[in-house]
């Protein structure tokens, strides 16, 4: 099963500078936990506590994840996600 | 240090007048790593709030997309302050989540949406570490080659 996962900028230092990796899983845990397997410390910042983190995005096949059930969102093989920070920020 | 076309920064200023009392937001584009910021896209502020923005998750796939499409990357990311200083806060410092963008504080508290200044401010935020920078605004990029 190879699910495309395209890196953020800001994550690329868990994946030496590339800009998509490869992984597996049902879910989108078990891909994240995929991730962490091959890329350490990635899984911190996507999930806080055992959710996903409220200020990074993930899409399956161009989808918000918060809308197919996020952590628990069923992947398929050949399905791409791309993770990207949100951009965000405020007065205080 | 930060090098803008005077139309672009009157385009930023605008847009925070406009959106006044809201915070506005958005990014100047250019060619990856070229460091010109060239296409200035205006985003909504989904929070719609005074003292808050942020991209809609799906304007912010689009325009990554777009981006990754035309070879660009984000050399400016804007926003503004409606009541405080156009300098980084906390929240600014947290969420700043592009290490290679110049990132441009416009505060809008002494006029609001009329007539006069605003300040505009640019910074790196690297690592949790905010450096101001000079900022050149020219009549035009200079042409590429």
Redesign the interface.
């Known amino acids: 099963m190879a699910i495309e996962v395209r890196i ?3 994550l690329r230092t868990y994946t030496s500078g590339e800009k998509a990796v490869n992984g597996d899983g049902g879910t989108l845990a078990a891909l994240i936990d995929d991730l962490e397997s091959n890329h350490v410390g990635i899984k911190d910042r996507l999930i806080d506590n055992g959710d996903l983190r409220r ?1 990074v ?1 993930i ?1 399956v096949n ?1 989808e ?1 994840v ?1 809308f197919l059930g996020g952590l628990e969102a069923e992947l398929k093989d050949g399905d791409q996600v ?1 993770v ?9 | 240090m930060l090098t803008i076309s005077r139309a672009t920064y009157d385009a930023i200023v605008a847009h925070a007048k406009r959106d006044h009392p809201d ?1 506005a ?1 958005g ?1 100047v584009a250019g060619p990856e790593g070229s460091d010109r910021p060239e296409r200035l896209i205006e ?1 909504v502020n989904a ?1 719609g ?7 809609d ?2 304007d ?2 689009h325009l ?1 997309k777009e981006m990754d499409a035309r070879d660009e ?1 984000p050399v400016v ?1 804007y ?1 503004s ?4 200083e156009a300098y ?5 410092v947290k ?6 963008a110049h990132y441009v504080l416009v505060s809008t508290r002494e006029h609001g949406d009329a007539e006069g200044p605003v300040e505009f401010r640019s910074f790196r935020i690297v690592d949790g570490e905010i450096t101001e920078e000079e900022i050149s605004v020219v009549a035009a990029l200079s042409p590429v080659g």
């Open positions: 953020p900028t800001i200020f995005n899409y161009d918000d918060r791309v990207l920070p949100a951009v965000a920020g405020g007065a205080r | 915070e937001c990014i985003m929070a709030s005074p003292t808050f923005y942020e991209f998750s799906t912010l796939l990554y990357e990311v926003h302050h409606t009541a405080t980084p806060s906390v929240t600014d969420l700043a989540s592009e290490p290679n």
